[in-house]
């Protein structure tokens, strides 16, 4: 038999309650945490982290992509489809060869998405009240 959980429950109803912007820009921020994660834990040879992060990184990008509605977001949904196979192909190179500095440039852009995001669903509130 389950235990009752609150603190899952409360999780399960912030995500149930969020905003879509708010969603992608929490999955960017986990995902940040992951690709960061996973190059600390190939520094420290953290072997048992490295597999965690570089799996759950996987995920979120994937989500990311997922959550791309093509038919609205046009050329825009395009760009972060390829972007995504991008970091998806970068993530799988850096495990491969044991190079988390290839992971860098994959955080950086995953901040700068974030910031635009965040950003847009601002904006998008301000214009709504």
Not at 80 to 85: A, D, N, Q, S, V
Not at 89 to 102: I, K
Request: net charge negative; with cysteine; proline share 3%.
């Amino acid at each position: 038999m389950a235990r009752f959980n609150p603190y899952a429950q409360y999780q399960n109803t912030q995500v149930e309650s969020a905003d879509p912007g708010s969603l992608v820009v929490t999955c960017y921020d986990a995902a940040i945490r992951s690709v960061h994660g996973a190059a600390e834990a190939m520094r420290t040879k953290d072997y048992q982290n490295r597999v965690r992060h570089f799996d759950l990184a996987f995920d979120l990008i994937n989500e990311l992509r997922g959550s791309l509605n093509k038919e609205k977001g046009g050329q825009i949904a395009e760009n972060l489809e390829r972007l995504y196979g991008y970091f998806t192909s970068e993530l799988l190179m850096a495990n491969a060869n044991n190079d988390p500095d290839r992971l860098e440039p994959i955080e950086r852009m995953l901040k700068d998405l974030r910031s635009a995001w965040n950003e847009a669903r601002k904006e998008s509130k301000s214009a709504t009240a």
